[in-house]
């Protein structure tokens, strides 16, 4: 069955303390995302990779790091969290059978105190 | 950037049809999209359209592409209490480039 897991699905946290957020696909697929959720502001783009050791910045990259050590995996690093990064967070995949193939993860929802 | 927009409440009575509707600014998106998102739930593509096409139906679901008046709309056929979700629209050219409205709440009203 085609997964994206997203981990923690939530978490409390203060300002500056460094956190990870993990995904993980188990469909092979070369591009990942991660987004934001922000009420009125639909999803936003934070980061995505078209492959392994490939990332590139999205609209909105500040105060965020990732990474893509390996295919299935594009953590998402935020190294001194703010709470105006408290949001709904999803990652997603497509792969290369075109548009169609895309999944989300189930979100990660973050407060930042 | 880019523009999307959609209206952010939609009610409807179980049965009727429900047409949810959605404007972009770029006209070179090469794609449109309409996803389903379910309370505590991710995103769920629920049907794409070409942008040279004019329609496109997938049983319950059909899309409508006005590229003169860059307006899309997502006709729901006989809606059922399960649709009842947020319908989010986007556009894009390809994966690192779409663009998110900021979705419909669709409440089907039994």
């Known amino acids: 069955e085609a997964q994206v897991t997203q981990n923690p699905r939530y978490l409390i946290t203060v300002t500056g303390k460094k956190l990870t957020v993990t995904c993980s696909q188990n469909?092979?697929?070369?591009?990942m995302s991660w987004y934001r959720q922000d009420p009125g502001l639909g999803l936003r783009q934070i980061y995505y990779?078209?492959?392994?050791?490939?990332?590139d910045k999205g609209d909105v990259p500040e105060g965020y790091k990732v990474s893509r050590k390996e295919k299935r995996n594009f953590p998402l690093i935020l190294e001194s969290p703010s709470p105006n990064q408290t949001s709904l967070y999803f990652c997603?995949?497509?792969?290369?059978?075109?548009?169609?193939?895309?999944?989300f993860g189930p979100g990660t929802r973050l407060t930042v105190t | 950037g880019e523009d999307v927009e959609q209206s952010l409440f939609l009610s409807v009575r179980e049965g009727d049809s429900s047409v949810i509707n959605c404007t972009y600014t770029?006209?070179?998106?090469?794609?449109l999209y309409w996803y389903k998102q379910e309370p505590g739930a991710g995103l769920q593509l629920l049907t794409y359209?070409?942008?040279?096409?004019d329609m496109k139906q997938d049983q319950r679901l059909t899309v409508l592409l006005n590229k003169k008046d860059k307006h899309l709309s997502l006709r729901i056929a006989d809606t059922q209490t399960g649709d009842s979700a947020i319908y989010f629209c986007?556009?894009?050219?390809?994966?690192?480039?779409?663009?998110f409205g900021t979705g419909t709440r669709l409440t089907v009203i039994p």
């Open positions: 997603a995949t497509m792969g290369g059978l075109g548009p169609g193939e895309q999944y």
């Open positions: 469909m092979n697929h070369e591009y």
């Open positions: 990779s078209m492959n392994v050791e490939v990332t």
């Open positions: 770029d006209s070179s998106s090469t794609y």
């Open positions: 359209i070409f942008s040279n096409m």
């Open positions: 986007a556009e894009g050219e390809g994966a690192n480039n779409l663009f």
